[in-house]
């Protein structure tokens, strides 16, 4: 096997190759990784050929100094970047693409390789072979994350709090109701304040940033929104990653309205939208800080309150110095 870094040529084969992989999704997509501005990240993307010329496994990286080191590390431009690999990808070809990962890196005089992992939920097929590899070849679990999902099809209201099921009644009796909308105008307001207000931070992208992606990925990145008559109070920015997850990926209220519950009303509503359009899971995201040091116990209480459940997000290590 040899390893290349990505150029322009071999674009189309990555794309096709994620598009048809176990575990990929839109974030490996150049198309939503090329969104970024050139400068800001130093791309090493690689792709990992057989003797034959066959695409055995693709990897979105990027070079960064970390804490005085020069790191090889899973794209930032992306939630989680992995490793994705296609069905003919079997264990024994895994054991040797990590390999010639460690040999690219230590030619490259890199001082360690991350990995950050696509969760489990998003595989269209089992992959532990990947982390079985890592595993093997002596990398270690960096950091993990918990995010909290549900799981859709399988879906029991009655593992639904009374709290909530309460609290959605009386959203409906003040009039409140969930839409589809393209109004990211209106919204982006309420999320900075909300983030600002709560963690004293600004959303990951600028708001021109989540015009161009929704632009270029048209019915696969999506606002809902809660409104008390027109007015827009509440509002998720929902991730279309694969044919398998939703992926909410900014949720934000407008305070003034919080008594009222539209996020209550909200988080059903996106439950019943994922189960009517076939989807198996709805993410609702990290609830852990710092890399999974700090553990948001009121944001867990709320979301598993609906009958979340936890989904680790694991992010892999190896020290080349």
């Not at 030619?107 to 360690?112: E, L, N, R």
């Not at 015009?211 to 827009?232: E, H, P, R």
Request: charged share 30%.
């Amino acid at each position: 096997m040899k390893v290349e870094v990505l150029k322009e040529k071999y674009v189309p084969l990555w794309e096709e190759y994620v598009k048809s992989s176990r575990n990929g999704t839109i974030m490996q997509l150049r198309k939503f990784l090329n969104y970024h501005p050139p400068e800001r990240f130093i791309d090493r993307s690689l792709l990992i050929f057989d003797s034959k010329g066959h695409i055995k496994a693709v990897m979105p990286a990027a070079e960064k100094k970390l804490r005085n080191e020069k790191i090889l590390l899973s794209h930032p431009g992306a939630s989680h970047g992995g490793i994705i690999v296609g069905q003919k990808t079997k264990t024994t070809h895994m054991l040797e693409i990590i390999k010639k990962i460690k040999e690219y890196a230590c030619c490259h005089k890199y001082d360690g390789i991350e990995v950050k992992m696509v969760p489990r939920i998003y595989h269209r097929w089992p992959c532990d072979e990947i982390d079985y590899s890592l595993r093997y070849h002596g990398f270690k679990v960096l950091y993990t994350e918990l995010s909290t999902v549900v799981l859709l099809q399988n879906y029991n209201e009655k593992l639904v709090s009374s709290t909530v099921l309460r609290n959605i009644r009386k959203a409906v009796r003040n009039g409140l109701e969930v839409k589809e909308t393209t109004d990211i105008k209106s919204y982006w307001p309420i999320l900075k304040r909300n983030l600002y207000n709560r963690h004293l931070a600004e959303p990951t992208h600028s708001f021109e940033e989540i015009i161009k992606l929704m632009s270029l990925f048209k019915g696969s990145i999506k606002l809902f929104a809660v409104y008390k008559g027109k007015k827009m109070i509440a509002g998720t920015v929902v991730f279309i990653l694969n044919d398998r997850v939703m992926n909410c990926f900014y949720i934000a209220q407008d305070e003034k309205y919080q008594a009222l519950r539209p996020l209550n009303l909200l988080f059903i509503w996106l439950i019943k939208y994922g189960r009517k359009n076939g989807f198996t899971y709805l993410d609702w995201g990290i609830s852990t800080e710092d890399k999974g040091k700090k553990v948001n116990e009121g944001l867990f209480k709320f979301k598993e309150s609906f009958s979340g459940r936890g989904v680790l997000r694991e992010t892999y290590r190896y020290d080349l110095k």
